[in-house]
């Protein structure tokens, strides 16, 4: 204790000085999102790097579970490229206006707040920022900042995430938010509560999205509860991708999204 003092006190200058250059920095970011995003995607691409190496010896250790998995996603790729069909246990889904891109999962988080994904693929793989990402399980999240390597994706475990989903059995359209706590469960809040749905009915995206396809099977309803104050459901909804257990996804971007985009557009600038 004696030392640390000791040490402060001839270095408080110095320490001084560091603490505010630091808090300068940090009111820099947060004011402008130009200088901001520049640090961001600055420290993806290093970060990136470093994850690459750490997870490395876990990639070796796991070779036998990750050929299990891509042995079986190529026998899914192949009936569908076959038989031109879908596939009810998978996000394989027959669809021309979306591309595909595998990606592998670097660095991940489960227990924050705002949790994000880092993805060995970036601008030289033609990833750019507001692709999906998806598994052969559901729904993962949106790509937020890209270096040329690498991508970091906002989790569907994040606080600005709102996914446009159906319930399946009678599409009725739903926005699928985490409340924290709990990386299993989402949650949705604006289901009339005069709708039929019941335990275990399943959740998918809806086609409102210029991100995901139609269909991408995300869970199945855990709990039910009324809240008669404003007239609809509290839902709560188990996800069937284990966040925890990440490993490879798809990276998913609509052929089409700009189209629509600039057609709606259109129609708000002459309202």
């Given at each position: 204790?004696?030392?640390?003092l000791?040490?402060?006190?001839?270095n408080?200058?110095?320490?001084?000085?560091?603490?505010?250059?630091?808090?300068?920095?940090?009111?820099?970011?947060?004011?402008?999102?130009?200088?901001?995003?520049?640090?961001?995607?600055?420290?993806?691409?290093?970060?990136?790097?470093?994850?690459?190496?750490?997870?490395?010896?876990?990639?070796?250790?796991?070779?036998?579970?990750?050929?299990?998995f891509?042995?079986?996603?190529?026998?899914?790729?192949?009936?569908?490229?076959?038989?031109?069909?879908?596939?009810?246990?998978?996000?394989?889904?027959?669809?021309?206006?979306?591309?595909?891109?595998?990606?592998?999962?670097?660095?991940?988080?489960?227990?924050?707040?705002?949790?994000?994904?880092?993805?060995?693929?970036?601008?030289?793989?033609?990833i750019?920022?507001?692709?999906?990402?998806?598994?052969?399980?559901?729904?993962?999240?949106?790509?937020?900042?890209?270096?040329?390597?690498?991508?970091?994706?906002?989790?569907?475990?994040?606080r600005?995430?709102?996914?446009?989903?159906?319930?399946?059995?009678?599409?009725?359209?739903?926005?699928?938010?985490?409340?924290?706590?709990?990386?299993?469960?989402?949650?949705?809040?604006?289901?009339?509560?005069?709708?039929?749905?019941?335990?275990?009915?399943?959740?998918?995206?809806?086609s409102?999205?210029?991100?995901?396809?139609?269909?991408?099977?995300?869970?199945?309803?855990?709990?039910?509860?009324?809240?008669?104050?404003?007239?609809?459901?509290?839902?709560?909804?188990?996800?069937?991708?284990?966040?925890?257990?990440?490993?490879?996804?798809?990276?998913?971007?609509?052929?089409?999204?700009?189209?629509?985009?600039?057609?709606?557009?259109?129609?708000?600038?002459?309202?």
């Amino acid at each position: 204790m004696y030392n640390l003092l000791r040490f402060i006190k001839i270095n408080h200058f110095l320490l001084l000085f560091l603490l505010i250059e630091g808090f300068s920095v940090f009111l820099l970011l947060k004011n402008n999102s130009y200088q901001a995003n520049k640090a961001i995607n600055f420290s993806t691409q290093y970060t990136g790097l470093v994850y690459k190496y750490t997870t490395s010896f876990s990639n070796y250790v796991a070779l036998k579970e990750t050929n299990e998995f891509l042995v079986s996603e190529n026998a899914k790729l192949h009936s569908l490229l076959k038989n031109e069909s879908e596939f009810t246990d998978s996000t394989l889904i027959k669809s021309k206006h979306f591309n595909y891109y595998p990606a592998k999962v670097i660095n991940s988080s489960v227990s924050k707040r705002n949790n994000f994904i880092t993805l060995n693929k970036g601008l030289k793989h033609g990833i750019t920022t507001g692709m999906g990402v998806i598994t052969n399980q559901g729904v993962v999240g949106v790509i937020h900042s890209v270096s040329k390597n690498y991508a970091i994706a906002i989790s569907l475990l994040h606080r600005k995430s709102a996914i446009g989903i159906q319930l399946n059995k009678n599409n009725h359209n739903g926005i699928l938010k985490w409340k924290g706590f709990d990386y299993k469960t989402v949650n949705i809040n604006d289901f009339p509560n005069h709708i039929p749905i019941k335990i275990s009915d399943t959740i998918s995206t809806n086609s409102h999205s210029i991100i995901f396809p139609e269909g991408v099977n995300i869970g199945a309803v855990k709990s039910i509860q009324k809240n008669k104050d404003d007239g609809f459901y509290d839902v709560s909804v188990k996800l069937f991708e284990d966040f925890n257990q990440l490993n490879y996804v798809y990276i998913i971007h609509s052929q089409a999204a700009e189209e629509q985009l600039m057609l709606e557009k259109t129609i708000k600038e002459n309202e």
